[in-house]
């Protein structure tokens, strides 16, 4: 069992708000998070893919009356969008008769088909959670490589071989082109699924050129962004936005994506143990998305995080906009021994951030200028979610 550091978070929403909803893909571990709170809650815990469980609320408004004073955790609630006036109702007649908080648990593997429906049934009356794959700072120092390699998915990470690892990560992907999507009504064809997402996993926290993704795949551009928004709306792909503010400078204005999990990624290609890994073209990519999604997990809700290029080179991996508008500038190396390219000075002379750091896969903390820390990535990720 890994502590998830979403437990508290969780726990303190239930006390705070009628309503939580908990976002993540399948099989990341909400059901487990779910029934661990759920122990403290006296909760009662409903699968709505299962039939027996369904037939319990063909009467919704009757069961939920017979269970007024316990947390109800309904899984997968966006196969089920017409619950949700009839959950305002509940909600709004127990904070009537007294009880305000812990009345509801929503999980859901799909964001903008949940958070559509509760932000219109359930506004005021709902908080919202993302739990992702197991992150840098919820393992030991020294599993880190695996993390990167297995990704963070606890059934391919606690896996007892690589070989296990990969094969669930192979069914898992065949599990979402053939079961997932098509339930949730999409009738895309599973193998062009597929190549698009092997495309982006080979582009790995590359541009988004749509016209090309495009033409590899024989569809029109409004159809590669109809594959990318599914993507990212299951939470299985990122879309990064570029920094942009009117400086004077040409900045490049399109997003880079990149899969979420690089043990996801490293499946699609098929990338099976570290040394295959570490003889990959992809590897550099892989590592830069590895550290920018574990150092998201950790980002406060108040802070923008974006990437910024310019056409003439100027680049920084990662910016994070505070809310004071300071910012801090995070350029990412797969090297014991990083060294800066020009392209980061200039983009740092251009937005002049209040803290540079560069991330590097050891262990040591030191500064290579007045200004300018190499820090690990468990380190910097400390230091955000202290922040």
Not at 211 to 237: C, M
């Amino acid at each position: 069992m890994i502590y998830r550091i979403l437990e508290q978070q969780l726990e303190l929403a239930l006390q705070e708000y009628s309503a939580v909803v908990l976002l993540g893909p399948r099989q990341v571990g909400k059901t487990t998070l779910a029934l661990l709170e759920g122990k403290k809650f006296n909760a009662i815990y409903l699968d709505l893919e299962s039939e027996k469980d369904l037939a319990k609320i063909r009467e919704p408004e009757l069961f939920f009356t017979e269970n007024q004073n316990r947390l109800v955790i309904l899984d997968e609630v966006h196969r089920k969008p017409g619950l949700f006036p009839i959950l305002r109702g509940v909600i709004d007649q127990r904070r009537r008769d007294g009880m305000t908080a812990g009345q509801f648990l929503l999980l859901g593997s799909a964001s903008l088909d949940l958070l559509g429906q509760s932000a219109e049934s359930l506004a005021g009356r709902v908080a919202y959670l993302e739990l992702g794959p197991i992150n840098i700072l919820e393992i030991k120092t020294p599993q880190i490589d695996d993390l990167w390699l297995r990704g963070g998915f606890p059934d391919s990470f606690l896996s007892a071989s690589q070989q296990k690892s990969f094969r669930w990560r192979e069914n898992f992907i065949k599990t979402y082109l053939e079961r997932d999507i098509p339930q949730l009504g999409s009738r895309i064809p599973a193998e062009t699924l597929r190549r698009f997402w092997t495309m982006l996993a080979h582009q790995q926290g590359g541009l988004f050129n749509q016209a090309q993704f495009a033409a590899n795949l024989g569809i029109d551009v409004k159809t590669a962004n109809k594959y990318l928004g599914l993507l990212v709306d299951l939470l299985l792909v990122r879309r990064l936005q570029p920094w942009h503010v009117n400086i004077g400078k040409r900045l490049v204005k399109t997003p880079k994506v990149y899969v979420r999990d690089s043990g996801i990624a490293h499946a699609l290609l098929h990338i099976t143990d570290k040394d295959g890994l570490l003889s990959h073209p992809v590897i550099g990519h892989s590592w830069e998305c590895f550290v920018i999604e574990n150092l998201l997990a950790y980002l406060p809700s108040h802070v923008q995080a974006n990437f910024y290029r310019t056409s003439a080179g100027a680049e920084i991996d990662l910016i994070l906009t505070w809310p004071n508008h300071s910012q801090w500038a995070i350029e990412i190396k797969r090297s014991l021994a990083p060294k800066l390219e020009k392209g980061f000075h200039i983009a740092c002379q251009d937005l002049k951030p209040a803290k540079k750091f560069v991330v590097y896969p050891g262990h040591e903390r030191y500064k290579i200028a007045n200004d300018i820390e190499v820090i690990s990535l468990p380190q910097l990720a400390a230091e955000l979610a202290a922040s």
